[in-house]
């Protein structure tokens, strides 16, 4: 878990993080979040089918990188070079570094997409509230357990859809920046590797 939160800590560093940029992302994913849960709470099974295979093709690319970088050397710094060039492939280097943790984080949040989609379509499919219904009619709810029992009914497909939304928006947010960087960490990788 402590990986998690690392990989999380390290993907942050990498982010413009001016306090007012950062509460207003929160507020819009949160307020959107919340607005598709109420809105589309109802899940379809094609739905997940789409989620579960445009995340795991992301994720496959992602870790199609991630082995790329990590078997990629740095470019070295050769003691003649100008200092602007030392200071240009310095931070070459490091941006392959950040991208590192960048597609770190991009797969763990397709995972937790993925598996949140896997139960959203098992409990669909599988169960498809004959789990609730069977409770209900075994225990004859009545009075506060018939209140709990429709509060759960009612209140847990909505927070489901709002972690698959979310992970969903954290995933192609992630994804489109993670583009954008590594296009440029490669462009800058070309130029200085045609310099030398």
């Known amino acids: 878990m402590l990986k998690l939160f690392e990989i999380y800590r390290k993907d942050s560093a990498t982010r413009d993080r ?3 940029s950062a509460m207003r992302g929160r507020a819009l994913i949160g307020a959107t ?15 997940l089918a789409a ?11 992602g870790f199609n990188v991630l082995v790329f970088l990590t078997t990629n050397k740095a470019i070295p710094v050769l003691p003649a070079a100008k200092i602007e060039r ?24 397709a995972i937790l997409c993925i598996a949140t989609a896997l139960i959203l ?16 009619n075994r225990y004859h709810l009545s009075g506060v357990g018939k209140l709990i029992y429709d509060v759960t009914v009612f209140v847990a497909p909505k ?13 192609v947010t992630t994804f ?3 583009i954008y960087r590594s296009t440029y960490y490669f462009e800058q990788k070309i130029a200085l590797s045609e310099h030398d």
């Open 176 to 178: 489109m920046r993670l």
């Open 86 to 109: 030392k200071l240009k492939i310095a931070r070459v280097n490091d941006l392959g570094r950040e991208i590192f943790y960048n597609i770190s984080y991009f797969n763990t949040i």
């Open 159 to 171: 927070i489901a859809a709002g972690a698959l939304y979310l992970f969903i928006i954290l995933a």
């Open 51 to 61: 989620v579960l295979a445009v995340q795991s093709i992301l994720a496959g690319f």
């Open 121 to 136: 379509a098992t409990t669909k499919s599988f169960c498809g509230g004959v789990i609730f219904e069977w409770w209900k």
């Open 33 to 47: 979040v919340i607005l598709l849960s109420l809105l589309f709470n109802d899940i379809s099974l094609d739905f």
């Open 18 to 20: 001016s306090r007012t």
